[in-house]
């Protein structure tokens, strides 16, 4: 095969590079920085791996045109706070003010999406700040939630939206590659940063620029509960099998909202409340 169709082949847009970037970046910054910030190259292998596909829009106009600048605010803010310490409260209000900015950017159609946009958004990101840093928890219900968003942005029409769905789970896969026999890495905020409020950028994009089920990403949303959802579960475990087990409970609950939404959406069609935007059309990144 020729290498440099190779290169530009979907496949490897999507999945491989972004993954051999995640884990190869978290490595080499986990030898620098410690286990601690090792994650901050999360972000910025996502960021990377997007530009490589679509390019960076220098004056952008169009929703996913303004999708890479929330991920670079997204690793920006993420990696910003991981310099603070512990202090989830800080971090939760950042990364939240955060999401609600980048949510207005994106924009919506009418006052209900303008009001639950941001809810939804920061349940989200407390959500995953409520997992813990050591286990592989946040990073297995990103990966499912991404898997789950690709799947749903695929059914209702969106190439792009599709690929760089996977990008998030491929990069977030590859950080808990890293925490998972074995954590070696801390997810924190830097990594809720980046994964949180991209998915959601991801979502609200997906929800505005396809006729995909309002109600199907709900459900996908719902993916993030497994902290909460698992925890009677992981509490009969002995403590020293909870690190092993935590990400398999979880995938298995993320992905049960996850199968739900995509029966939903395929239910659904493309009938759904959800539409094309006037920006899809413009969009020369915008595919159906």
């Known amino acids: 095969m020729d290498l440099l169709a190779a290169v530009h082949h979907p496949l490897f847009q999507s999945l491989i590079l972004p993954l051999l ?3 190869l970046g978290v490595g080499v910054l986990r030898t620098l920085a ?33 999708l890479p600048w929330v991920f670079a605010l997204a690793w920006l803010a993420g990696a910003a ?36 946009f941001p809810l939804v958004g920061v349940l ?25 968003l690709a799947g749903l942005a695929f059914a209702a029409g969106s190439l792009m939206l599709f690929q760089v769905s996977l990008m998030l789970a491929a990069a977030v896969g590859g950080v808990a590659l890293w925490q998972w026999p074995r954590p070696r890495i801390r997810f924190g905020v830097a990594g809720v940063g980046v994964a949180a409020i991209s998915w959601l950028a991801l979502a609200q994009s997906t929800l ?32 020293g099998h909870r690190d092993l087990a935590a990400p ?29 935007s006037d920006d899809s059309a413009n969009d020369p990144y915008y595919s159906r």
């Open 208 to 239: 505005l620029l396809t006729p995909a089920s309002p109600n199907a990403v709900a459900l996908l949303c719902l993916a993030f509960s497994g902290t909460m959802l698992s925890a009677p579960i992981l509490g009969r475990l002995p403590v």
């Open 81 to 116: 706070l991981a310099l603070t310490g512990r202090n989830r409260m800080l971090h939760g209000l950042v990364l939240s003010g955060a999401w609600l900015a980048a949510s207005w950017w994106l924009g919506s159609r009418d006052v209900t999406e303008t009001l639950l």
């Open 248 to 276: 398999p409970v979880l995938a298995v609950l993320a992905g049960a909202f996850v199968a739900a939404a995509l029966l939903l959406q395929g239910v659904a069609g493309n009938d759904s409340p959800g539409g094309k």
């Open 34 to 66: 410690g286990p601690g910030r090792a994650v901050c190259a999360l972000g910025l292998s996502f960021l990377l791996s997007v530009v490589w596909m679509i390019g960076w829009p220098p004056h952008p106009g169009t929703i996913l045109q303004r």
């Open 21 to 23: 970037m995640s884990l």
């Open 124 to 148: 989200v990101i407390v959500g995953l700040l409520r997992a813990s840093e050591e286990r592989a928890e946040a990073a297995t219900m990103v990966v499912v939630a991404g898997l789950g």
